[in-house]
């Protein structure tokens, strides 16, 4: 059940003022900017925690979704990049399915996350050499399908995708750190970097430099190298593309 209602403004879902409206009631409606509406939703993500830690119901945690996927939006991003990023931590620390507590907490300022390759005190340890197709990460963003080989943990320098696609990336976007590298398996296609085209075929290489706007059509099969390793963070959506 739903805590009482706070009073004052509160963003709502783009079909609640119709729903109001045809149960005889009025209610005021202001459509606000990306940016204002966005501080709106950060506020409603912590009432919708609240309102989950209060009830533990499945929609509560299905309200708290549709926040988060909203903000990610907001914040450039989408659906699919959160859900890739998801996948890479889980292959890179294992998600929560083992319930486990970890009774003696290392202080707050030993990252969890700091690799032996972060700190001058410890030598570096090689993690994993091999990573296997079984256990790459598989998702389908912007019409590209994907198989994500979480390297990162290993090499901070660089982080391989194995990628296919009939159509190409229906999103022009910029990362403002890695520089993306395109080894073209098979097939053909047309790179589009700020604002011009390069035709490509099997054998070429693609080189994005980082902060470099860019998309691409075509029928392709594709390695992609970033380096150094992709991170969600400093990708930044610029606009949808029609392929």
Known sequence: MKSP?????????DRIPEIIRNSGRECAVKELSGPEFLFELEKKLGEELVEYLESKELEELADLLEVIFRIA?????????????????KLEKGGFENNLLLLNPPDEKCSLSESPADSAELPQVIRQVVFRPENAAVIEKHG???????????????????????????????????DFLYYILEGSGTWVIEGREYEVGAGDVVMVPAGTRFWFRGSLIQVCITAPAWEEKYERHIRDIEL
């Open 5 to 13: 209602a706070e009073k004052g403004p509160k963003a709502v879902r």
């Open 73 to 89: 939006e907001l914040r450039g991003s989408s659906k699919e990049s959160l859900e890739a990023l998801r996948l890479q931590k």
């Open 144 to 178: 590209v399908r994907m198989r994500i080989y979480t390297t990162k943990e290993s090499s901070r320098n660089a982080a391989v995708l194995y990628q296919e696609t009939e159509t190409g990336h229906a999103e022009e976007f910029v990362h403002e750190k890695s």
